[in-house]
């Protein structure tokens, strides 16, 4: 910044059609010969060669100025790949760094997250201050059915709202600036989220009225993220009408919202217009994964409930310190065995007993073959002859007959 009037605005990309379209008094095109002009296709490498390339027109660019605001949409290969260099040169001419930067969306995909996630880390080592903006967040500022012209267009007036707020806090005035390094003490923290509210309002209810705009934003989620700030800018601007009754409410209504062991840095300041209206800027930082930490539930959702057991009728219950017998801690808690003089008798041996006594099962008989009765048949003219006895057999008796009794 030159001056306390304006800024001076310089437009630097690597792809040269980008540039035509911007309405800024400088424009610079880096890496002419790695990229010719084409951008450097989502390498931030690419972006790094073209820095490299074009090193001596950014430490002019940034030279002789006390001030920058370094803006940057991170996770491309130009801004991802430039914008650390040019913190860097611009750190080491003397100025006074502050880095706005918005992070992809994430369905953008990894590699663009993960990109994003690396230069804003080379940033901050560069930047005395950073203040990154989630593009997930900042789609908040819109309705859901609200067109993408108007949501990109309402981010970007969030953006130049937060650049214009933050110079017209290191401007200072009366009758109570706030200093740049309170600014820096409360925006320091590497890459931390950043925490950004502004309102402004006009009539009666004036105070009130740009304090809840203020904390309305999703920035802020109605003021509930300035509970995870360690530090933050409260800055109260007005016209001369503006009373210390209203700087006290306002107040009141923000450090509600702020840990007790936060650091508050207040300032006020009057307009010479006595029509201009009361305004409230929120500068703050927070760090995401403390608050993811916060709110993590003491059990995973996705983590099975314990088996509740079910009483047992028959175990006994716990003794509480109410039916607990006393202790004698004259005695010792384990006393030895004594040795017993004779062998103690061993116990019967159990026999099971079958609770279901099975019924008596008769022996089955072997069943015998019954012998036919034959009833004898006339010899005829044999009947007076003697029957024919050979070794005790009557041989005139049947063969099967003779032998029936000898296979049994």
């Not at 304006?6 to 980008?18: I, L």
């Not at 006390?66 to 130009?78: K, M, N, Q």
């Not at 001419?93 to 590699?111: H, I, M, N, W």
């Amino acid at each position: 910044m030159s001056g306390a009037a304006g800024a001076d605005v310089v437009v630097m990309n690597t792809d040269g059609q980008s540039l035509t379209s911007s309405i800024a008094s400088q424009k610079l095109t880096l890496g002419p010969k790695v990229t010719r002009g084409l951008g450097a296709g989502g390498d931030p490498e690419v972006g790094y060669q073209a820095a490299q390339e074009s090193l001596s027109e950014i430490r002019d660019a940034v030279k002789d100025v006390d001030l920058i605001f370094l803006c940057a949409g991170l996770g491309g290969g130009t801004a991802s790949g430039i914008a650390p260099v040019v913190a860097e040169m611009a750190r080491e001419s003397g100025a006074t760094v502050f880095s706005l930067v918005t992070t992809p969306f994430s369905f953008e995909g990894r590699r663009r997250n993960a990109q994003a996630s690396e230069a804003l880390t080379a940033l901050a080592n560069q930047s005395h201050a950073v203040l990154h903006f989630e593009n997930d967040r900042m789609a908040e500022l819109t309705g859901p059915r609200a067109g993408i012209e108007e949501t990109f267009a309402v981010a970007d007036e969030t953006l130049i709202s937060c650049v214009t707020s933050l110079a017209a806090i290191l401007q200072g005035g009366v009758p109570m600036p706030v200093g740049l390094a309170d600014l820096l003490c409360a925006l320091g923290g590497g890459s931390a989220r950043a925490l950004f509210g502004h309102g402004a309002a006009t009539g009666d209810n004036r105070a009130h009225e740009a304090l809840e705009a203020a904390l309305r934003g999703p920035l802020l989620d109605r003021g509930r993220l300035l509970n995870e700030s360690h530090a933050i800018v409260a800055h109260l601007s007005g016209p001369a009408s503006f009373s210390f009754a209203e700087v006290a409410a306002i107040m009141r209504g923000i450090t509600k919202h702020v840990a007790d062991s936060a650091s508050v840095f207040f300032g006020v300041t009057t307009a010479s217009d006595p029509a201009a209206p009361v305004q409230v800027t929120i500068l703050g930082n927070y760090d995401r994964q403390s608050v993811e930490e916060a709110e993590a539930p003491v059990r995973s959702r996705t983590e099975a409930p314990a088996p509740t057991e079910k009483p047992d009728p028959k175990r006994r219950p716990a003794p509480t310190p109410e039916s607990a017998p006393a202790v004698d801690e004259s005695k010792p808690l384990f006393p030895e065995p004594a040795e017993p003089d004779e062998k103690p008798a061993l116990a019967p041996r159990a026999v099971p007993v079958d609770p279901k006594p099975r019924p008596k099962i008769k022996p089955v008989a072997k069943p015998k073959q019954e012998t036919l009765q034959f009833e004898s048949v006339a010899r005829g003219r044999f009947e007076k002859s003697e029957p024919t006895i050979v070794e005790g057999e009557d041989l005139d008796v049947p063969t099967f007959l003779r032998m029936r009794g000898k296979t049994d």
